[in-house]
């Protein structure tokens, strides 16, 4: 059992910058993957970025403007956007998987928009 919890959402200007933070608590096991996904008004969840043991994979569609990065000893995943575009309009969900099963944080939302 894991808790994610996101914060580091809100209005940013086209152009602008964020960076978003996720807490992880309440599990025994080990948190292998961890990392954000997103859904727009009308659109699937999609992947935006995660790492995976000693690998990072980016969605093309933020990759060279987005950094996520984990620190261990405090359970914390986060990600650096830059260069924001409405596009990046969206709920950001925090995702974590143990050898027992994938979770989800409550999600935060980020407003691109002047």
């Known amino acids: 059992q894991v808790q994610l919890v996101e914060s580091g959402g809100g209005l940013v200007q086209p152009g602008g910058s964020l960076r978003l933070s996720c807490a992880a608590s309440g599990s025994a096991f080990s948190i292998r993957a961890m990392g954000w996904y997103r859904q727009g008004p009308e659109k699937q969840r999609e992947l935006v970025a995660i790492?995976?043991?000693?690998?990072?994979t980016y969605a093309d569609s933020v990759k060279g403007r987005s950094t996520v990065s984990r620190d261990n000893a405090k359970n914390m995943v986060y990600l650096e956007m830059n260069s924001l575009k409405p596009e990046d309009t969206a709920v950001y969900y925090c995702y974590a998987t143990t050898s027992l099963g994938a979770y989800w944080g409550q999600g935060t939302q980020v407003t691109v928009s002047s």
């Open positions: 790492i995976i043991g000693r690998s990072t």
